[in-house]
């Protein structure tokens, strides 16, 4: 099983639909949380962190349900510029000691006129 | 915002070359350095997570005497792809952050093409 999985996508959308991006995370230990963005070719962008007590910013709401190990990304009101792939990002403990970084598959993200 | 400049961005070189990936943290101390690689279509990859001043930690997988690994200082990786061979071809990219917990800054890719 992969450490961080996510909705395999693609998921085309027209503009002004409400999607719903859903990772799922194996270590129980995973420490912190995150979703970044990254356009094609280009470097990832962080979007936001996770926090159990869950987190908006303007168009875009970020959930983390530890219990289930779970989080999830809602994008309202799409728009065109929001196509792109999303990636969950986990912070886990390394079997080293130290700690690491994890991405997710991504999932991309078309939303059409 | 923090920055992380990683140079070249794109490099071509004859199979059998060794091509080295410079990552720097412009504005910050960089105690964690990551190295992943992307291929087309694909998620990024972790290739190793770096520490100043110790042996990086590779991922299952990953050959460390293929991929050479340094991080001697608190802003500075370089990762050193050795004898590479057309399948080494591949977008390369590197991370940094100051502390567990804190935020990863990316560096911008490096595209090498191994002909």
């Known amino acids: 099983r992969k450490e961080v999985e996510q909705d395999p996508g693609p998921f085309n959308v027209p503009e002004g639909a409400t999607v719903a991006f859903n990772c799922t995370y194996s270590?129980?230990?995973?420490?912190?949380f995150f979703w970044y963005r990254q356009d094609c070719r280009k470097e990832p962008k962080l979007l936001m962190s996770v926090y159990s007590s869950g987190n908006e910013d303007g168009r875009f709401t970020a959930q983390l349900n530890r219990a289930s190990q779970y989080i999830s990304l809602l994008i309202r009101d799409s728009k065109l510029s929001d196509s792109a792939t999303y990636l969950c990002?986990?912070?886990?403990?390394?079997?080293?000691?130290?700690?690491?970084?994890?991405f997710g598959a991504g999932t991309r993200l078309f939303v059409k006129a | 915002g923090a920055v992380v400049s990683q140079h070249p961005s794109w490099v071509i070189c004859k199979s059998g070359t060794s091509v080295k990936i410079e990552c720097r943290s412009l504005?910050?101390?960089?105690?964690?350095m990551f190295w992943y690689r992307q291929f087309p279509k694909q998620s990024l990859m972790l290739m190793a997570t770096?520490?100043?001043?110790?042996?990086?930690?590779?991922e299952q997988g990953v050959e460390k005497d293929k991929f050479l690994i340094n991080h001697a200082s608190l802003t500075l990786s370089t990762l050193t792809v050795t004898s590479a061979h057309p399948e080494d071809s591949s977008f390369y990219i590197c991370s940094a952050r100051a502390g567990f917990g804190e935020k990863l800054f990316f560096g911008s890719g490096t595209q090498l093409s191994v002909l």
């Open positions: 990002v986990v912070n886990m403990r390394a079997t080293s000691g130290g700690f690491k970084t994890i």
């Open positions: 770096s520490n100043e001043g110790s042996k990086a930690t590779y």
């Open positions: 504005d910050f101390q960089a105690t964690t």
């Open positions: 270590n129980s230990a995973s420490q912190s």
